[in-house]
DNA sequence: CTACAGTCTACTGTTAACAATCCTGCCAAC
DNA sequence: GTTGGCAGGATTGTTAACAGTAGACTGTAG
């Protein structure tokens, strides 16, 4: 995910502490793979390699495991949360549900203001040379648009729910690494085709179209998980 | 809600720590009104009167945060939440893709194991003399039933969406103070249908079942808070 | 009376030391 | 060979002291 570009105006900034840094540094870090899932989160380790004593660490660990990027056992510590089919299962079908409500709530809700963001990461896309592009850079888009979406929703609710899902996504988009040509061009096509419903408040067409775009997200990841499975099983 | 009567067997009985005391304890306090809504908590008069130290305290105040019973604000510290209009439809809105959702995989995925609970509590909701019956008493059966609900839909992330939820629901279920004779059998009979539907797995009607139930909530809230909110501007 | 600057206090954010728990490896007993 | 203690080390949970910030308060000038 990119870092918002425009800082919305005349609103309180909100300082950000030692616990935001560090949750920031350790959600890249998984993100990235430079901890491998499963690994251990030692605090001491962390708070030493990155200057920091144990208690900001301690906070951010317990917000990453809100993120569902970790998971936290008592007395034991925490590791990097591992996914399988049951999690892309899980995630996918609390994913439909929700944006199901965004898209509804938008298309009541979001002013042209809030869906300016949208066109512009479209407009984005479609300026960025295909060459260049890379499986990275359009899961970041992807996850700006819908991040943008649930936000033009106006329902902090349902915000903060999307916020516990939103990093598990991101990992499912960063799993594949071929970037098709149809790919680049139907992702357009779904999102743009997406924005213009929700513009026109087309609530029921809009429902639809979003539920049929999780789903065939889903249906693409679960091929490639159980591709990959059969792979390693092999 | 009350403490779940039967501990699951051979589960790894979870360690309680300082923080979950303190985590019931403020939540406890919130819900009963002992601390009033818009209240600071200082951390420091906390620990003092709970006899822990500060670390304890603030781990608690971050969870109830996310329980969305607490809201907190870097340097300022932490306030309990307030309820507006706004929050009513939120969360009634976000609820009822939930339950739709927990409905559909509970009648997938439910044992009979999964649903004795939720027959328990019905059963135990007939065999409370109408006369001892207080709305305390009834919300927690209530918020206990739907808990059962989600569980039974063993689907994890959606579960953790729903506590997140949970204790904001328990508040408005203790905002009226009437208890009609007329609300307690109708609300036997919706969640005794629910219940068979579920176990009859038809899902289609028991989406229907849920849908309505919760919008009939919502509207009896609603009709609730704009009363007393009338009042109170007078 | 209002507007503004500087100080002061109460509180949160951070740190580092202390206590409790879990896990590992070892050894003995059966 | 397997089971059951029993140290010892590693790691988390807890505490208490230190540092930094936001908001209130005071006093002064216009």
Redesign the pocket.
Known sequence: MSKSPITPPLQRRE?R???DDVADALREAILSGRFKRGE?????ELAESLN?????I?QAIFRLQQEGLVVHE?????TVAQISLQDASEIYSLRKALEKLAVEQACLNATEADLAPLEAILLLFQSIPRATMTRRRVAELDIDFHDALFRAAHHARLYRAWEALRSQIFVFLLLRDGLPEDYLTSWYLAHARLLAMVRNRDSATALACIEEHIEAAYGRLKEHLLDTEAAAAR
Do not use: K
Not at 74 to 78: C, N
């Open positions: 300082r502490v030692l616990t251990r989160l030692i605090e001491d920091v004593s144990r208690g900001p301690r008592t007395h034991r510590g925490a």
